[in-house]
């Protein structure tokens, strides 16, 4: 079977990583009789220098033409003054929104093997944490109108969060039917208490529920959910949320795994072809040292391979080449701790590469 994938490497440690996956692809296209296609694509800040644009007609195209996107990492200072329609990130957000991948899956995992690496206190690491973020990611005040104007003689902005039935409908439907392949239980996060979005919000994922009697759901405000991230995590399974609260307790649900650098993602819509990124940016401050972790954009092509092509076995064995390298003591300067072996980003893919 050949797989078109096209690749959005992006800025900064992009390259690198996304390099990285490409060989793991091709190792496990070897042993299985699959042929990976790639094609390299503009995207972020690079596309901005060559272009003028953050996500140039071609790339756009390619992407829907593709079984399936592997995107890096978009963005660094070097850009961070353009004016917000021309920023490396617009470049992602619109990939997103042409794509129509409302659905945006963050897993955030402790690694046993990397249990020295979590933050928080050993008792609270020791009941494990195993959450996965659903984000509604192609709605919300990432997207909703905006602007800039003048109120009282001075300059005011702002940007509005809004939210339709059908659009929380079909988010809140992939939150259910995960959470029936895992611990039957959903935790609805939103702040209904001030937002008039946050009560429509509610009002469409209890209307859901009654489809869903065997899933146990619970709302809890956001800003009570940041605190029980750290407090106890391991009450949550899975997380459905909104595009803003969304993207910053993700991070913060991946920071707490202790290795942000592990972890990957995927965005789907209602087809086949996702997008898969890791978690973690671009990260401009190690680019090119050959210092960045590989293993979050390896797993996102696990992903990849068991959402958008079901191949089962080939996912499952990248993930074992991963777990079999941490068990022997390896690790990249994010996630080193005393005892372990340090190693480059390459020497670590050609380790994952040797398992497979
Ligand atoms: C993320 C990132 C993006 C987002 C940025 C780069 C636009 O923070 O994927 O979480 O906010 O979605
Ligand atoms: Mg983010």
Partial sequence: MNYN??????????????NAAISVLNKIGKKYGHNFSFKQLLAGGI?????????????????KKSDSVLLGAVGGAKWDTLPGHLRPEKGLLKIRAELGLYANIRPAK??????????????????????????????????????????????AAYDTEQYSVSEIKRIAKIAFELAKKRKKQVISIDKANVLE??????????????????????DMLVD????????????????????????ILSDEAAMITGSIGMLASSSLGDTTRGLYEPIHG????????????????ILSC???????FSLINEAEHIEKAISEVLDKNYRTADIMSEGKTKVSGSKMTELILSEI
């Fill in 5 to 18: 994938i096209a690749v959005l490497a992006g800025d900064g440690i992009g390259p690198e990583i996304t």
């Fill in 47 to 63: 596309a901005i220098d060559k272009t003028g644009n953050p996500l140039p007609d071609e790339t756009i195209e390619e992407c």
């Fill in 110 to 155: 402790l690694f046993q093997s990397l249990k020295g690496a979590c933050p928080l206190r050993s008792d609270i690491a020791e009941k494990g944490i195993d959450i996965v973020v659903v984000r509604e990611l192609i709605g919300g005040i990432y997207f909703g109108e905006r602007g800039i104007k003048e109120i009282n003689g001075e300059t």
């Fill in 197 to 218: 979005s946050s009560r429509l919000w509610r009002k469409v994922v209890h209307e859901l529920a009654k489809e869903y009697p065997e899933i146990t759901v619970t």
């Fill in 224 to 247: 009570n959910a940041a605190m029980q991230l750290v407090k106890n995590p391991a009450q949550f399974d899975i997380v459905l949320t909104s595009n803003l609260f969304g993207d």
């Fill in 282 to 297: 671009s990260a401009p401050d190690i680019a090119g040292q050959d210092l960045a972790n590989p293993i979050a954009t």
């Fill in 302 to 308: 696990a992903m990849m391979l068991r959402d958008s």
